[in-house]
């Protein structure tokens, strides 16, 4: 059974930079689109960012565009890394890894979540 385990959630302050890591545990290889949702308590899930398994197409969300960057490991192709740069406190939340079959779908309805990091950004 395949699960999404994610890394690297913690407290830093204003402007400092995060790493997150999100693996496909029971993967040996993926093919599969990989991405990122962050949710604040009493908020809706938002969108942060999407990467096709080939690691040509990335979306990303408004919020974030410039300052998050998404990659995938070139070997087996099944982790997912989100650098988090010029942090700022609107950007704590609990982060949330995905997978679906290509980046819209990532987007839009995942197949599979992980069970999130927190990452919290102080002022």
């Known amino acids: 059974q395949v699960q999404l385990v994610e890394s690297g959630g913690g407290l830093v302050q204003t402007g400092a930079s995060l790493r997150l890591s999100c693996a496909a545990s029971?993967?040996?290889?993926?093919?599969?689109?990989m991405g990122w949702f962050r949710q604040v308590p009493g908020k809706e899930r938002e969108f942060v960012g999407s990467?096709?398994?080939?690691?040509?197409?990335?979306?990303y969300a408004d919020s974030v565009k410039g300052r998050f960057t998404l990659s995938r490991d070139k070997a087996a192709n099944t982790v997912v890394y989100l650098q988090m740069n010029s942090l700022k406190p609107e950007d704590t939340a609990v982060y949330y890894c995905?997978?679906?079959?290509?980046?819209?779908?990532?987007?839009?309805?995942?197949?599979?979540w992980g069970r999130g990091t927190q990452v919290t950004v102080s002022s």
């Open positions: 995905v997978e679906g079959l290509n980046t819209d779908q990532v987007k839009h309805n995942p197949d599979l």
């Open positions: 029971g993967r040996t290889f993926s093919n599969y689109a």
């Open positions: 990467i096709s398994w080939s690691g040509e197409i990335i979306v």
